[in-house]
């Protein structure tokens, strides 16, 4: 052959298809993916049929019902006996501040001033009765008087002394009963559940 096709020197030109060893690692790649994901496809349904995930669930509930920390002590409420309690009626009928307090100092109470409401509250207590007290009287007194009576409303005063009001409105029918007043008075002892502890 000659011209500009002339093959001259001992190198001739090779006519072999390029080889394709690139496609072949990526399909083999491929191939290892789609085993892997269809593996573990296979062993979540497993599990999932087992009841495995739901013995994970069951403790992942259990763990989280626990206590995160211990819960701090709150301060016991006071004892009747270390609340002193002025009784007003403000109402139209007669003896019941007298009846009140004297009810009030069988169930351990200290009583103070017995007699009828002042001309800012006489009969202008529409409900049950209203507690007035001090600002401090929220934290404990307040609660421990409120047992005693339900649906009485509480009001703090500018007094700094640690006596107690309790000033029988127009709805005021009686106190509560001792075994309801009792109960609700152990309920303030009882200790509030720490936080992440299930009921």
Request: glycine fraction near 12%; include cysteine.
């Amino acid at each position: 052959m000659g011209g500009k096709y002339r093959i001259t020197g001992n190198a001739y030109p090779r006519m072999r298809r390029p080889r394709r060893r690139r496609k072949v690692v990526l399909a083999a790649v491929a191939a290892v993916a789609v085993l892997g994901l269809g593996g573990w496809g296979t062993l979540q349904l497993i599990d999932a049929f087992s009841g495995d995930t739901g013995k994970a669930a069951a403790k992942s509930r259990a763990a989280a019902c626990k206590p995160r920390s211990a819960p701090s002590a709150a301060p016991a409420p006071p004892r009747p006996a270390q609340i002193t309690v002025n009784v007003y009626n403000a109402t139209p009928r007669s003896g019941l501040a007298k009846a009140t307090a004297d009810e009030l100092q069988k169930r351990g109470f200290n009583i103070g001033k017995v007699g009828n409401a002042s001309p800012e509250y006489d009969k202008k207590v529409p409900g049950a009765g209203l507690l007035l007290g001090a600002p401090g009287a929220y934290e404990g007194p307040f609660s421990v008087l409120g047992t005693q009576l339900t649906g009485a409303q509480v009001k703090a005063d500018a007094r700094t002394s640690a006596d107690v009001d309790l000033i029988i409105g127009t709805a005021f029918k009686a106190l509560n009963t001792k075994p309801v007043a009792d109960k609700a008075m152990a309920a303030l002892t009882e200790p509030s559940p720490a936080p992440g502890e299930c009921g």
